[in-house]
C-alpha cells in the first residue's frame, strides 16, 4: 500500500493548522515561531510539487529571514509598549474579515481546480532553451531568473535597495551616518558565541555551494544569499561582529552592487550582442556567473541591513 | 485586434526611459550627499527628452514602438510597448516631475559643506524611484513585469509619505503601506491565475486567447480589487488624505498628481488592453458608479476639511472618481466610444498638473504662513498674490469652467454620455462640478477678505513660479487640437470598429 497520499495530506493539514494556530496565538512571540514553522512546512509541500528551488527561497525567507524579522520586530514592540495601545478589532470587523478571507480562498480554490489538467507552462521551453542556444546553463530556473526575465530580476534587486532605504529613512535624523543598533546584548552567551564561532564558516561554505551550483541544479544567488546573509545575522547576535554605518561607502557599494552589474552588463548586451539584456552566446554562462556573483554580496549584504534596521542614537538600543 | 511585432525603429529608447531613473537611483544611492540632489536633476532633462523621442517616434510611426527585451519574444521574453496613451503619459510625468524635483530643492537641496541627511537622500533616491516605476507602468507589456513596477512604485512612494518624521506621518505611510501592499497581493494573485490559465503574462498574447470563464472573471476580480486599493477609490480611499498631506509638498505633488495614476493606468490596460473580449459591461456600469459614488463622497467630505492640505487631499478623492467614468464611456467599440476615452485621458493629464500646482501651492502657502488652517486665511491673498493665483487657476480646471482641461474632461464626458445613450452619468459629472466650485470658493473666498495675513516667511516667487507653471498647463490643456485625440488612440484596442 502506498502511504505517500497519507504524508501528503497530513502535510496539507499541518500547514493549514500552524496557519490558523499564527492567526489565533494569543501573544506575538508564540506567532512568530509557528509562523516560522509554517515557512518550513510550507518549504516541505514545495519539494513535494517538485519545485527544489521554490522550496529553497521559501525555507531562506519565508521561514529564515522573516521569522529573525518578526523577532527583531517583536523585540522592539516590548520596548516600546507603554507608547502603543493596541485596540482590539471588533467581532464584526474580524467576522467581516473572515468572511472575506473564507470567500477568497473558496474561489481561488474552485477556480485553481478549474483549470486545464495539464497547465500550459512555459517550462518545458525555458528548459528547453536552456539545454540549446538559449543560456548555457542546465537549470531551467536559473535561465529564466538570469535570461529569459533578467529584466524583472535585475528590477526586483533595486526594489531591494529602495526597502533598505525605506528602513533607513524612519530613523532619528541625528542618527543619520550612524550604525544600527546591535542585535544582541553586551554579553552574550556562551551557546550563542559557540554557535556563531562554528557555524558561519560551515554556512559560508554552503551558501557559496548553492549559489555555484545553482547554474545546473536547484540553488542560485537567491538562496546562496540568503544563507550568507544568516551566517552574518548569526555573527552579529554574538556580537562578533556589529552592523556597518549605514553610511559606510563599502556598504552602500556592495548593496548596489547586484543590479549595478547586472545593468551594466544588460546595457553592453545592446552592443555585444544586438539586445538589452542580450548575452553574447559564447560568453552567456561566464557572464551570468559573474552577475549572480554580485547579487549573491548585495542580497547577503540587503537581508541583514533590512532586519537591523534605520541607524540608531549612541546608547538608543 | 492589437498584434504582436518585433522591434521597431526607437524601441531602444523604451528601455532606457526605465533604465535612466534606475541609474539614478543607484548612483544617488552609492554616492549619497550632494551627489544625490546632483544626479536626480542632472538626468532629469535627458529623461524628459526621451520621454519627448518616444512621443515623437509613436507619432511619426502612427503605431506603436515596440522593443523585446534580450530579442526573445513573449512569452518566454518581456516586451516594452509605447502606444499613444504611454507616450502621452510618459511626457506628463517627466514634466511634472522635473517641476517637483525643482521646488523641492529649497527644502531637500544639500547646501555645500553640509553633509548627507536622511531626508535628502530620502527625497532624492525616492523621486527617481517613483519616476522609475511609472516608466515601466506604462511601457511594460507583461503583467508580471508591470507587478514589478508597482512594487517599484509602493516603494517609493511610502517613505515619501514619512519623509518628515512627525508621529502622524508615521502612521499614515504605515496605512498606506498596508492598503498597498494587499493591492500588491490581489494584483500578483490575478496575475497567477493568468499564467496558470493561459501559460503567458503578456498582455497582447492574452487578449487573444482570453474568454468569459471563472477562472479570468476571478483574476480580473483580484488584480481590479488591489488597483482600486491601489487607487484610492472610494471607499477604498481611507489611506490617501492622511497619506497625501502628511508629505512634503513637492512630494504631495508627485503621490497626488501622479503615482495613483499608474495603479489607474494598469486598470485601463487590464479591462481595455487586455480584456476587451469579454465585453464586460455590467463591470463597466460597475466601476462608473463606484467613480460616481467617489465624486461625491470626496467632494462633500472636502467641503467639511478646515486644513487646506486636507481640503486638496480630499478634492484627489473626488477627481480620481470622475476618471472611472471612462470605463462605461469607452468601453466597447461604439462611436462614442471615442470620446469617452479622450475625456479619460484629458482628466488623468488636467488633474496630474492641476493638482500638482494646488499642493506646490498649499506647501508655500503653510511654509510662509506658519499653519493651511482654512479659516484664518484673512486677507492671505494681498500678502501671497501669485500663490492664490496658482489655486485659483487649478480651481477653474479641478471644477470644469472654461477654458480648461479640466472642462475639456467634463465635457467630453457628456458628450459621450449623450451619445450613449447613458444620461445617468451625467448627473455625477455636473453635480460634482458644483460641488468642487463649492471647495474652490472655500479656499479663495476669506483670502480675497479684508485681513492682515502675518507672514512668518517671505513669499518665494520662484518656487511660486514653478506651481504657477504647471497650473498654466493644466489651463492650457483647454486648447488641445484635435491631433491629440487621434494620437492617443494609437494602439487601442478595438478602435472604431463595427459595433459588436
Known amino acids: 500500500m502506498n502511504v505517500q497520499p497519507f504524508l501528503d495530506i497530513s502535510l496539507a493539514a499541518l500547514v493549514i493548522g500552524v496557519a490558523l494556530f499564527t492567526i489565533i496565538a494569543k501573544d506575538e512571540f508564540s506567532a512568530v515561531v509557528a509562523y516560522v514553522a509554517y515557512g518550513i512546512f510550507l518549504a516541505i509541500v514545495w519539494v513535494r510539487l517538485y519545485a527544489p528551488d521554490v522550496a529553497l527561497t521559501e525555507a531562506a525567507v519565508g521561514g529564515g529571514v522573516t521569522g529573525v524579522l518578526l523577532v527583531m520586530a517583536g523585540k522592539r514592540l516590548d520596548v516600546s509598549a507603554t507608547m502603543v495601545v493596541a485596540k482590539k478589532p471588533s467581532v464584526a470587523f474580524s467576522a467581516f474579515v473572515a468572511a472575506c478571507s473564507i470567500l477568497l480562498a473558496g474561489s481561488l480554490a474552485a477556480v485553481i481546480l478549474s483549470l486545464p489538467d495539464a497547465a500550459p507552462s512555459l517550462a518545458p521551453q525555458a528548459a528547453a532553451a536552456a539545454q540549446g542556444p538559449g543560456a548555457g546553463l542546465g537549470n531551467p530556473i536559473t535561465a529564466v531568473l538570469m535570461s529569459y526575465r533578467s529584466f524583472d530580476t535585475m528590477l526586483e534587486k533595486v526594489v531591494l535597495i529602495l526597502a533598505v532605504v525605506g528602513v533607513w529613512s524612519v530613523g532619528a535624523d541625528e542618527a543619520w551616518g550612524a550604525a544600527p543598533a546591535p542585535f544582541g546584548p553586551a554579553t552574550p552567551s556562551d551557546a550563542l558565541l559557540f554557535l556563531a564561532k562554528t557555524l558561519p564558516p560551515i554556512g559560508g561554505l554552503i551558501g557559496v555551494h548553492i549559489f555555484w551550483t545553482g547554474a545546473d541544479e536547484p540553488g542560485g544567488a537567491f538562496q546562496g544569499g540568503a544563507l550568507l546573509a544568516a551566517m552574518w545575522m548569526v555573527a552579529m547576535m554574538a556580537r562578533l561582529a556589529d552592523p556597518p554605518p549605514i553610511n559606510s561607502r563599502w556598504l552602500r557599494l556592495a548593496l548596489i552592487s547586484g543590479p549595478a552589474v547586472f545593468l551594466a552588463i544588460g546595457v553592453a548586451g545592446a552592443m555585444l550582442a544586438g539586445h538589452f539584456f542580450a548575452y553574447p552566446s559564447a560568453l552567456a554562462k561566464p557572464l551570468i556567473l559573474f552577475i549572480e556573483t554580485f547579487m549573491l554580496l548585495s542580497i547577503a549584504v540587503a537581508l541583514p541591513m533590512l532586519v537591523a534596521g534605520p541607524a540608531a542614537r549612541k546608547g538608543v538600543r | ?500
Open chain 2, 1 to 500: 485586434m492589437m498584434e504582436l511585432a518585433a522591434n521597431t525603429p526607437a524601441g531602444s529608447l523604451l528601455v532606457l526611459a526605465i533604465l535612466l531613473p534606475v541609474v539614478g537611483i543607484l548612483l544617488a544611492f552609492a554616492l549619497g550627499g550632494r551627489s544625490a540632489e546632483r544626479i536626480a536633476l542632472g538626468l532629469a532633462p535627458l529623461s524628459l527628452a526621451l520621454a519627448v523621442a518616444i512621443a515623437t517616434a509613436v507619432a511619426r510611426a502612427g503605431k506603436p514602438v515596440t522593443y523585446m527585451i534580450g530579442g526573445l519574444q513573449p512569452p518566454l521574453g518581456i516586451s516594452l510597448r509605447a502606444d499613444g496613451l504611454s507616450a502621452t503619459m510618459l511626457v506628463a510625468v517627466a514634466v511634472i516631475m522635473i517641476a517637483a524635483m525643482l521646488y523641492a530643492r529649497a527644502k531637500f537641496g544639500v547646501p555645500e559643506g553640509s553633509g548627507e541627511s536622511r531626508s535628502a537622500l530620502t527625497f532624492w533616491v525616492m523621486v527617481q524611484a517613483v519616476w522609475g516605476g511609472l516608466a515601466m507602468i506604462v511601457l511594460s507589456s507583461d503583467l508580471f513585469n508591470l507587478y514589478v513596477a508597482l512594487e517599484v512604485l509602493t516603494f517609493a512612494a511610502v517613505p515619501l509619505v514619512c519623509i518628515e518624521g512627525r508621529p502622524e506621518a508615521l502612521v499614515a505611510a504605515l496605512r498606506y503601506l498596508i492598503f498597498a501592499l494587499f493591492g500588491s497581493i490581489c494584483y500578483l494573485l490575478g496575475v497567477a491565475l493568468f499564467y496558470g490559465a493561459y501559460g503567458t503574462m503578456d498582455i497582447i498574447l492574452l487578449s487573444q486567447q482570453v474568454e468569459a470563464k471563472p477562472v479570468v472573471w476571478v483574476a480580473a476580480a483580484l488584480m481590479t480589487t488591489g488597483l482600486l486599493a491601489k487607487t484610492a477609490l472610494f471607499p477604498l480611499h481611507l489611506w490617501l488624505p492622511s497619506a497625501h498631506s502628511n508629505a512634503p509638498a513637492a512630494a504631495s505633488a508627485v503621490l497626488s498628481g501622479l503615482v495613483v495614476k499608474g495603479s489607474f493606468f494598469l486598470l485601463l490596460r487590464l479591462w481595455f488592453y487586455v480584456l476587451p473580449a469579454l465585453q464586460a459591461e455590467d463591470v463597466m456600469r460597475i466601476l462608473g458608479a463606484l467613480g460616481s459614488v467617489a465624486i461625491l463622497g470626496g467632494s462633500a467630505l472636502a467641503l467639511m476639511q478646515a486644513r487646506l492640505k486636507l481640503l486638496i487631499a480630499y478634492s484627489t478623492v473626488a477627481q480620481i472618481g470622475y476618471l472611472f467614468l471612462v470605463f462605461p464611456l469607452a468601453a466597447g467599440a461604439h462611436e462614442w466610444s471615442h470620446i469617452g476615452w479622450g475625456a479619460g485621458v484629458m482628466q488623468i493629464l488636467a488633474h496630474a498638473f492641476a493638482k500638482a500646482a494646488m499642493f506646490m501651492s498649499a506647501g508655500l502657502l503653510a511654509e510662509s504662513l506658519g499653519h493651511d488652517q482654512i479659516a484664518r486665511l484673512n486677507g492671505a491673498a494681498r500678502a501671497l498674490p501669485l500663490t492664490f493665483l496658482t489655486l485659483a487657476i487649478s480651481s477653474v480646471s479641478l471644477v470644469g469652467l472654461p477654458p480648461s482641461g479640466g472642462f475639456v474632461a467634463k465635457w467630453l464626458m457628456l458628450q459621450a454620455a449623450v451619445a450613449s445613450g447613458q444620461w445617468i452619468w451625467s448627473a455625477p459629472i455636473l453635480i460634482g462640478g458644483l460641488m468642487a466650485a463649492g471647495y474652490a470658493y472655500r479656499i479663495l473666498t476669506p483670502a480675497l477678505r479684508h485681513g492682515e495675513a502675518l507672514l512668518k516667511r517671505p513669499a518665494q516667487p520662484r518656487r511660486e513660479a514653478i506651481a504657477l507653471a504647471l497650473a498654466l498647463v493644466a489651463l492650457g490643456l483647454g486648447f488641445t487640437p484635435e491631433s491629440f485625440y487621434d494620437f492617443i488612440e494609437i494602439g487601442r484596442p478595438l478602435t472604431m470598429g463595427p459595433s459588436p
